[in-house]
């Protein structure tokens, strides 16, 4: 697959600009042409098929199943495709055959990995997924597979820099990233399912990983950045260090690991009953059956390369599949921003206020650095999508859906964040939710900091009416600890006694004293 670039004129949408991040793009044709776009991954372990609605520049997973067919099984003896896990496959892409079309999909891209373009019989199996279903699968090499991988980290990270790895079930690549460009790329035969097939046991085994990792090394050369892990087998390996560390967060993508806590987790895998530990953690038991294996090469891998710290992503081939399909101008974008644009415009009640309440309130935060700005921009889009849940719970919900959501470019204190932020936004206070141990995993001083983005916004939607209508202007005076609140003549009526008690509510969290006059003209604030 060639990589793709959008050089075209951006057409007019009609959408008014959004300030410091520019126009959105979900409505212009060009991504609007990516909503339910449909991928199919077969790989050495599992079958899956995921239909994105791609038009945002962080896409919604529109449906989601996996299907466990250990296609790679027995390969290292027999050098052909599990006949069992054939079997499977072949029944899950008529299965997902027969949801494309149901779904409306004009078409499905299928792409297949390690085990069948090195199987005997891949070339079989392909040909008779075609007779059966009209699916034509792509069958792609290690270098491929690697790059789509690593275009599938930057969907979700645009700045990204560092080494992606990649595990499957018959093999691992690594790819490094910097730039928003993939560089350097290899392949090795790392899978759990080849090296559970090494004779010679756990000695035999952990050399040849060994030797290969240092092989993998030579190639790449130092990468100590950041290390991006891409996989289910990683992807049960974070659960059970969360499960191992007490952490409250249960949101796979970002989540963040060290040197040191991945030698602790992998001895605590070693020494635990995998049953057990499986049920705890809810893993699969034919993944489960892996992770000895994929928790080897991690932690070679991570001696060898010794990178500064190491995340994990959700977003890998699939996504890279979608990435490759996406304008530049679509890649370029904030996947945050984009996402909550998105949210906006189909769930608020008035969706463009979210940047007139930005505007409004923009004056708190003056001095703040652009990635805290950048939260508070996502935070008022946000503010008013949860409008449809229920009074005494609107508080809870929102705090849940920003925690928990599908948004990229997040790390987990910035959900915590932003989702105190829109807690405060329907509720002046956080405690008796429970939520409490998540509010422990920032200090006292970001909570406070959300707790007055949510206060601010709380107030700012009192004064909702046209989105065009000038309102008038909040001013913050630190040093003095003075809030300021001009509004025109027009507004005054809506400066009634709720409006009041939630400025004052604001003011207190400030620590501030506040004021309230009439302007005839109101200077805009800078975006």
Not at 441 to 449: F, H, I, S, Y
């Amino acid at each position: 697959m060639a990589d793709q670039t959008e050089t075209a004129r951006v057409p007019e949408t009609g959408v008014a600009d959004l300030g410091l991040f520019g126009k959105p793009l979900f409505q212009d044709p060009s991504a609007r042409g990516l909503a339910k776009v449909g991928v199919v991954d077969v790989g050495s372990n599992s079958v899956r098929l995921v239909v994105f609605d791609g038009a945002a520049r962080s896409p919604a997973y529109f449906y989601n199943e996996k299907i466990m067919c250990a296609l790679g099984a027995g390969m290292a003896e027999t050098g052909h495709l599990s006949p069992e896990g054939r079997v499977r496959a072949l029944s899950a892409m008529r299965r997902f055959r027969k949801l494309a079309d149901g779904m409306g999909l004009s078409e499905l891209t299928v792409v297949a990995t390690a085990a069948v373009r090195d199987a005997s019989d891949g070339r079989d199996f392909c040909e008779e997924v075609r007779r059966e279903t009209g699916l034509r699968i792509w069958v792609i090499d290690g270098e491929e597979e690697a790059r789509l991988s690593a275009q599938g980290v930057l969907l979700g990270w645009p700045g990204a820099y560092g080494l992606i790895c990649d595990i499957g079930g018959s093999s691992m690549e690594l790819a490094e990233i910097s730039g928003g460009r993939v560089g350097r790329r290899v392949t090795s035969q790392l899978g759990p399912l080849k090296l559970r097939d090494i004779k010679g046991g756990a000695k035999a085994r952990q050399a040849h990983i060994k030797e290969v990792i240092a092989g993998l090394q030579e190639k790449m050369g130092s990468q100590r950045d950041r290390l991006f892990l891409v996989g289910g087998s990683w992807r049960a390996i974070a659960r059970i260090d969360m499960y191992r560390r007490g952490y409250p967060l249960h949101v796979l993508h970002e989540y963040r690991m060290t040197v040191r806590s991945v030698s602790a987790t992998v001895k605590f895998i070693q020494q635990s009953d995998l049953g057990k530990l499986r049920s705890a953690c809810g893993v699969s038991s034919s993944r489960m059956a892996l992770v000895p294996y994929a928790a080897e090469v991690l932690s070679r891998l991570v001696q060898s390369f010794k990178p500064k710290d190491i995340a994990i992503s959700s977003y890998g081939i699939r996504e890279g599949m979608l990435y490759e399909q996406m304008p530049q101008r679509l890649r370029d974008r904030d996947p945050l921003i984009e996402a909550c644009r998105f949210a906006e415009a189909k769930d608020a009640r008035m969706p463009g206020f979210g940047k007139v309440l930005y505007d409004f309130i923009l004056p708190l935060y003056k001095s703040a650095p652009a990635p805290r700005k950048r939260l508070v921009k996502a935070a008022c889009l946000l503010h008013d999508v949860s409008w449809r849940a229920h009074p005494d719970y609107r508080a809870e919900t929102c705090f849940d859906n920003a925690t928990r959501a599908n948004l990229g470019g997040l790390k987990h204190s910035e959900r915590i964040y932003l989702g105190l932020a829109l807690l405060h936004r329907y509720s002046n206070k956080r405690e008796n939710t429970r939520f409490a141990d998540l509010y422990e995993m920032v200090d006292e001083n970001t909570r406070l900091e959300a707790e007055i983005l949510g206060k601010a916004m709380r107030f700012g939607a009192m004064l909702w009416m046209n989105k065009e209508e000038d309102r008038g202007e909040l001013r913050w005076f630190p040093k003095k600890k003075v809030l300021e609140l001009r509004l025109t003549a027009d507004m005054m009526p809506l400066f009634g006694e709720v409006a009041q008690s939630r400025l004052n509510s604001l003011a207190s969290s400030l620590g501030a004293e506040v004021t309230v006059s009439v302007a005839k003209t109101t200077a805009k604030p800078e975006t």
